[in-house]
């Protein structure tokens, strides 16, 4: 009988990755989303509103692992509307996943739920890691905090694991992704430092994510808050250096933060996606041992270059970091 794995919010970039990844694995996937539009055809789509529980919820019995990546994007204008939908389709989605799984028979035996590391401070001192990083303040720790909250007081059977993942930017070659939006401004010219560049920049790639994913899940006595962030962070500057690099483009020019106030309200979103300073760290996965196939940007950027899309992710192979164990 093959493993299970429910993923809620399936049809989003994160999602269609991780749904095409079980599915080689040999994991029976149920694909949770409001729409099949973004699902990557993988296993059987259920649909849900993100607030009732539905027919969804007989997917959760007996499962091995419940992944929630539900929730609206944090790309736009933090406007009240704006604001309220990102909070409430977090709190929401999590709320009725843990009533869903509190009612099972046979309950999951882990559930792993989305989490950002944007609910550390502004970091250019020190890094954060989970046991000594600091809170910080404003709308998205707000949503950050009430949504781990929310996950955590979920009365759920006690033998279903409960693991937070903090997760930095998540590296693929992706239309409309971070890299993309950030090669497009590249090759225009518009590839220099952003504010003053020396705001962290906390990142993983997308196939160590997916490793991570699986660690979490075969090592049976972790659960609570993890790091998903490479081990070695970035700066901005750094980080457009080598895009250049790799774009060949040998001029870019940079942004104030004025223009980039400008720029991002043209653009619909927020200059804080950009100018804070995530300097994250991945203490818990390095101390009990998960490897590492990509350490540096650049070598990161380069694997990614080479694979465009879903379908080139998964037909090509991934470069193997030298010296390290590779998620594949």
């Excluded at 250019?124 to 404003?138: A, I």
């Excluded at 619909?268 to 994250?280: A, G, P, Y």
């Excluded at 879903?310 to 998620?327: C, D, I, K, N």
């Amino acid at each position: 009988m093959k493993p299970i794995a429910v993923v809620f919010g399936a049809n989003g970039m994160i999602g269609r990755y991780v749904t095409r990844h079980w599915a080689r694995k040999g994991y029976e996937v149920v694909a949770v989303a409001r729409s099949k539009e973004g699902w990557s055809g993988d296993g059987m789509f259920v649909p849900w509103n993100g607030r009732d529980i539905g027919a969804w919820a007989l997917a959760l019995e007996g499962a091995d692992v419940v992944l929630n990546l539900a929730g609206r994007s944090v790309n736009c204008r933090y406007d009240e509307k704006n604001r309220n939908d990102i909070m409430q389709s977090r709190i929401a989605s999590t709320r009725v996943i843990g009533e869903a799984i509190a009612a099972c028979k046979v309950p999951p035996r882990l559930w792993m739920n989305m989490s950002t590391a944007t609910i550390y401070r502004h970091a250019e001192d020190c890094p954060q890691d989970e046991w000594t990083g600091e809170p910080g303040d404003g709308f998205s720790v707000d949503v950050a905090t009430q949504w781990e909250e929310e996950f955590f007081r979920s009365k759920t059977p006690a033998g279903t694991r409960k693991i937070a993942l903090r997760t930095g930017i998540v590296l693929a070659n992706e239309p409309k992704s971070a890299l993309d939006v950030l090669l497009r401004l590249v090759r225009l010219g518009l590839g220099g430092r952003m504010g003053r560049g020396n705001q962290k920049f906390s990142w993983i790639h997308m196939g160590d994510f997916l490793g991570a994913l699986d660690y979490l899940m075969a090592n049976l006595l972790l659960d609570g808050v993890f790091n998903l962030t490479c081990p070695r962070t970035s700066d901005n500057s750094t980080l457009m250096r080598v895009l250049r690099e790799k774009c060949a483009m040998p001029i870019g020019l940079p942004a104030t933060e004025w223009m980039l106030e400008i720029g991002a309200f043209l653009l619909s979103t927020e200059t804080e996606l950009i100018v804070k300073s995530r300097w994250v760290e991945p203490a818990r996965l390095n101390d009990e041992g998960f490897r590492w196939a990509f350490h540096d940007l650049d070598g990161a950027i380069s694997d990614l270059l080479e694979r465009r899309g879903l379908e080139a992710f998964f037909r090509m192979p991934q470069r193997r970091a030298m010296g390290v164990r590779a998620w594949a």
